[in-house]
């Protein structure tokens, strides 16, 4: 193999911002630090112990510290059965009044209606539905479309601000599991575009184990073969095994004419 190495780094997927798919690429490990993140977790995120970076976890159960307490960042509404059938997922024109009921009742929350919304708007009697809940004719002959669209109070599912600060629960790679562990006393990684290297054809990889450095899987990547650039994340991929190394981002070394 007549080629030069030229980093070593782990395997990634670049798209530009609202591009799908993107260009193969490998982000030079000299380049990616260790660091607080700017903002707070979500889920499934990858994260370092901030004293021991050898100890490596996936974040679950983020929540976000709001008005003086702790709630789970994913307004938890969002994952009730009842929700997705609810006016407020599907509409008031679609949706099931008795899910309303039970969601209202289990969160503690109130759903106002078009016609309570349009009687305090325009005032009872000024009005009728030309469309069930969501269409109304006004005396004067104009027509209003309300949304169909409950209103809260308070207001679900909850928004969530941009946060500096969270918690979660990590999942450690030597098998513990630690519960509301705060973000500013974790690690996760960061990159710059000066590391990245955009693949060509012709490049040569070689995916090694990053704890034992032990060769996994080499080849050239038209003879992979690999599309080096897709439309879709799908579509660099003709062999599976390499779709896994890019996706978890394994660590490869990189040779280049």
């Given at each position: 193999m007549n080629k030069k190495l030229i980093c070593s780094g782990k395997l990634t997927c670049f798209s530009e911002q609202g591009m799908e798919g993107g260009q193969l690429a490998i982000a030079d490990t000299n380049f990616v630090k260790l660091c607080v993140p700017t903002y707070g977790f979500q889920e499934n995120e990858k994260v370092w112990d901030n004293i021991d970076n050898s100890k490596i976890g996936i974040t679950s159960y983020p929540e976000t510290f709001l008005d003086g307490s702790w709630i789970p960042t994913r307004d938890p509404i969002l994952d009730e059965p009842d929700y997705r059938i609810s006016s407020l997922f599907c509409g008031e024109e679609r949706g099931d009044f008795d899910a309303d009921k039970r969601l209202m009742k289990k969160y503690n929350f109130r759903m106002k209606y078009t016609q309570e919304k349009a009687n305090e708007i325009y005032g009872i009697g000024n009005w009728k539905f030309r469309k069930p809940h969501s269409e109304i004719l006004l005396n004067n002959g104009n027509i209003v479309m309300m949304g169909g669209t409950p209103d809260c109070e308070p207001n679900r599912p909850y928004p969530i601000p941009?946060?500096?600060?969270?918690?979660?629960?990590?999942?450690?790679?030597?098998?513990?599991?630690?519960?509301?562990?705060?973000?500013?006393?974790?690690?996760?990684?960061?990159?710059?575009?000066?590391?990245?290297?955009?693949?060509?054809?012709?490049?040569?990889?070689?995916?090694?184990?990053?704890?034992?450095?032990?060769?996994?899987?080499?080849?050239?990547?038209?003879?992979?073969?690999?599309?080096?650039?897709?439309?879709?994340?799908?579509?660099?991929?003709?062999n599976s095994d390499w779709e896994k190394y890019f996706k978890e981002q394994y660590y490869a070394e990189m040779y280049r004419e």
């Open positions: 941009l946060a500096k600060f969270s918690r979660v629960t990590v999942n450690w790679n030597d098998g513990t599991k630690e519960t509301k562990r705060k973000s500013d006393t974790l690690l996760v990684e960061r990159g710059s575009y000066e590391g990245l290297h955009i693949l060509k054809e012709t490049d040569y990889l070689v995916v090694v184990d990053h704890t034992t450095g032990k060769k996994i899987i080499e080849g050239q990547i038209n003879l992979i073969p690999l599309n080096t650039f897709s439309q879709t994340i799908k579509g660099h991929f003709v």
